[in-house]
């Protein structure tokens, strides 16, 4: 091999050392680089995770508050720690008013990793309000507004146009109002000068209502804030299913001997001696031998004096087609049932029974009896009738029970607590009327509520005052106070006057077999991390 030859293969070498040493080295940077990439991502992926962990702690810390708030919920309980296999937590709660609240909740995961989420919802009782769902238009006024000196006093929802009309007030509140405008007359009233309320109202065109965060009271209105946002609520369903369940229970109870229900605790009231439900015509009340009782039905289709309708022939209630029983029944203008002497709380007195009866159990009645002579009705418990009601007279009441229909109610005359106890406060009595269809308020009132404050009208003797639960309308006549809560699809005010009035202590002594009785209404709103 000449030298020139061998110069130029020493230069192959010489450049091949060189590449074979730069691939070298560019694969040890990529080794590098990749080992620290995959480094650097496990470090992430590790970061990520705790705070997943954070994040998940947190989330059930919210989770686990929400699904345990009520409405007796406060700030005062607050903050509540727990733990999850994730990391500990601690939720914190913000009364934001007009039923609106906020919780926080700081979740730890097991590296001391911390996140933070945010719940902001509504939280209402059903029956601390007013309430008219179902929509588009879910109240009725007729002439574009509620009618003369109407007055909303307390929490009230609807769907529609609120238009409060001259000489017309809303006080109180929060008031809300899905799929509508709030307007307001010239002498109309959205709360008061003294006492600014809280609205909530998704339309676009309401120029007398400040906007989001303000405060105005110009115009009639007197407003802490107009939030945009409101809660899609609906009227809780009453179904033949449901139906048919207060209507056993009320056969149950035609023959516990029990005022109301056994867990009530009210004592005896002896409707049977053997269980059987044919006793309690024939079973005497304590010490006569001349009286007998009647049932609520004058020709009854069965012996449960609580159910009235048909039971077949497995003993079982036969329910009609919802809304559709035919077996009518008419409270007023004849008594039935037995009562005995009753001290109320408030220092009123009410005698026995009628002439004959000797009934000498102090403070018991049956779950269902009417005192045509003093027009008064004796209610506990659940009393269901399979078709229609009418109340045909002004009467009050003593005790704490519920009548189901299975078809309209008609009230043709007023309806109240007996005694000074005209709102039910004192000794904690509440009448509650259920019916799928509609409800007909037939008497007109000589109550003018205008120019009245909400104090002045709170202390007014009401018209009517319970609980009324109607999934049609309710149609109210001229000039009724009704006090506590009607819940409808829709609230029919075409006559003047009409006055709504929420009881705040109502949630506290609600008869039983109302629906929605058993849980509050959560509507979640914005929610946050971070």
């Given amino acids: 091999m000449n030298a020139k ?32 990439l995959a480094q650097q991502t496990l470090f992430e992926s590790k970061k990520v995770e705790d705070q997943s962990r954070a994040f998940r702690a947190a989330s059930g810390g919210l989770d686990t508050v929400l699904t345990s708030f009520s409405d007796e919920s406060t700030a005062t309980d607050f903050p509540i720690p727990g733990s999850t296999p994730d990391g500990s937590y601690t939720v914190t709660l913000e009364d934001l008013g007009g039923s609106e609240y906020r919780l926080t909740s700081t979740g730890i995961g097991v590296d001391g990793s911390q996140e933070v989420v945010r719940q902001q919802f509504y939280y209402m009782n ?97 407003v802490t804030s107009v939030s945009r946002s409101v809660p899609d609520i609906t009227l809780p369903t009453v179904d033949r299913d449901q139906m048919v369940t207060w209507a056993t229970k009320a056969q149950a109870e035609s023959i516990d001997n029990m005022m109301g229900s056994p867990d009530k ?28 009782r009647e049932r609520a039905q004058s020709t009854p ?151 009245k404050t909400a104090d002045e009208i709170r202390a007014t003797t009401p018209d009517m005052a319970g609980a009324f639960f109607a999934q049609g309308t309710v149609h109210f006549s001229n000039n009724p106070l009704v006090r506590g809560s009607v819940i409808a699809g829709k609230i029919d005010s075409g006559g003047p006057n009409m006055c709504l009035v929420t009881n705040p202590l109502l949630p506290t002594y609600l008869p039983e077999s109302l629906p929605g009785i058993d849980r509050g209404l959560l509507m979640p709103g914005l929610w946050t991390r971070g």
């Fill in 5 to 36: 030859m061998r110069r130029m293969l020493s230069d192959e070498s010489g450049v091949a050392l060189v590449t074979v040493i730069g691939i070298m080295a560019v694969l040890t940077i990529l080794s590098v680089g990749s080992f620290m």
């Fill in 126 to 222: 059903l029956w601390k309000m007013n309430f008219a769902g179902t929509g588009p238009q879910s109240l009725i006024s007729g002439s574009g507004g509620l009618a003369g000196t109407s007055n909303i006093i307390g929490p009230f929802y609807m769907k529609g146009n609120l238009a409060i009309a001259n000489n017309m007030s809303c006080l109180e509140g929060p008031f809300f109002v899905k799929g509508g405008n709030i307007t307001v007359g010239s002498s109309g009233s959205l709360g008061t000068s003294s006492k600014y309320v809280k609205v909530y109202c998704d339309g676009t065109g309401n120029p007398a209502v400040p906007e989001n965060g303000a405060k105005g009271g110009a115009g009639g209105v007197f």
């Fill in 265 to 292: 605790n009210l004592g005896a009231n002896l409707e049977t001696t053997d269980g059987q439900p044919s006793d309690y015509t024939v079973m005497k009340p304590p010490s006569t031998t001349t009286w007998t």
């Fill in 301 to 451: 289709t069965n012996a449960n004096y609580k159910f009235i309708g048909t039971v077949g022939s497995d003993n079982l209630p036969q329910v009609s087609a919802l809304g559709a029983g035919t077996t009518a029944l008419t409270i007023g203008g004849r008594s039935f049932g037995a009562w005995g002497s009753v001290t109320t709380t408030d220092g009123v007195s009410l005698p026995a029974g009628p002439t004959g009866a000797n009934y000498t159990l102090s403070n018991k009645h049956d779950d269902f009896a009417y005192d045509d002579e003093n027009n008064r009705l004796y209610i506990s418990g659940t009393v269901f009738v399979d078709g229609p009601v009418t109340f045909s007279e002004d009467f009050t009441y003593v005790g704490n029970g519920s009548i189901i229909a299975n078809g309209p109610i008609y009230i043709n005359g007023t309806m109240r607590p007996y005694g000074t106890n005209t709102q039910g406060e004192d000794n904690q009595w509440a009448l509650g009327l259920v019916t799928p269809g509609d409800v007909y308020v037939n008497f007109s009132s000589n109550n003018n509520y205008a120019n």
